[in-house]
């Protein structure tokens, strides 16, 4: 698994705090409109119930969750949002993409250049760095008292194309098509898990010196803090320590 795919899991494993969570909310809301104007039945829409089942991951209210699956399919909010990508480099060239959803297209791309330029980056052509990334399903699975390589075989079995063990969780990755189904398997066992969701996994990592992996961090956080930015990928790879350090704040961001 990337640094990258790792920072991003253990932020999602750890879920968010409540300062944070009230804009988590705002952008599933966004998701869920988006996905729902394809037709507001979660049976018939994967998107629109992959968003749902993250949003109840997220705990998010179920009133706010009908709420924007109507806005969706009545022509509502959703109809005016613009979805597109964003690519470009971060610190020691690395790929950085950045998915958006906004209602102002003109003040999200300055917004996201800022961020790129503060932060030793730059944005690139569309397609300069997409080539370098490919759909996958991504679950994360709390281990509890489970034999993490029992677990493995069985998520195997059920679909899985990789699983990966670490010390607080074990993410297992799909084809974007057996997601739902590897997901129904491993709660079929009575397994926790954390999260699901269809993501962008780099082919292959950069590694970084701990200066270069710190300015990149940054610039990732940064970009996940604009609104009107759903999702961040890199194909960066962070260091155990350099994470650990980050995540504890011993680096000011």
């Known amino acids: 698994m990337s640094g990258h795919s790792k920072w991003a899991t253990i932020k999602r494993a750890k879920g968010v705090t409540d300062a944070k969570r009230g804009q988590v909310f705002t952008k599933l809301s966004r ?39 109507k806005r969706g399919a009545g022509g509502g909010e959703g109809q005016q949002v613009a979805e597109f990508s964003m690519e470009g480099y971060g610190a020691s060239g690395v790929a ?22 503060r932060h030793g980056g730059n944005l690139g052509e569309s397609g300069s760095v997409a080539w370098q990334f490919q759909s996958k399903g991504v679950l994360t699975v709390e281990p509890d008292k489970m034999n993490p390589e029992d677990m493995a075989l069985f998520a195997i079995d059920a679909g899985a194309e990789d699983v990966r063990v670490e010390k607080t969780y074990i993410e297992v990755q799909t084809q974007p098509k057996q997601l739902e189904a590897v997901r129904q398997a491993l709660l079929g066992q009575k397994w926790r898990v954390v999260s699901a969701e269809l993501t962008m996994v780099p082919t292959t990592a950069v590694q970084l ?14 970009l996940e803090e604009l609104d009107d930015v759903q999702r961040v990928y890199s194909n960066a790879d962070f260091s155990d320590a350099v994470l650990e350090k980050y995540q504890s704040g011993e680096f000011s961001k």
């Open 31 to 69: 998701e869920i409109s988006f996905a729902a104007r394809q037709g507001g039945d979660p049976e018939s829409n994967f998107r629109l119930r992959l968003a749902i089942q993250k949003a109840r991951d997220q705990n998010m209210p179920l009133d706010n969750i009908e709420r924007a699956i």
């Open 96 to 117: 950085i993409m950045a998915e958006i959803q906004t209602d102002n297209r003109n003040r999200t791309i300055q917004e996201v250049r800022n961020v790129f330029s």
């Open 209 to 222: 010196e701990d200066k270069a992996a710190i300015q990149v961090l940054k610039l990732m956080d940064k």
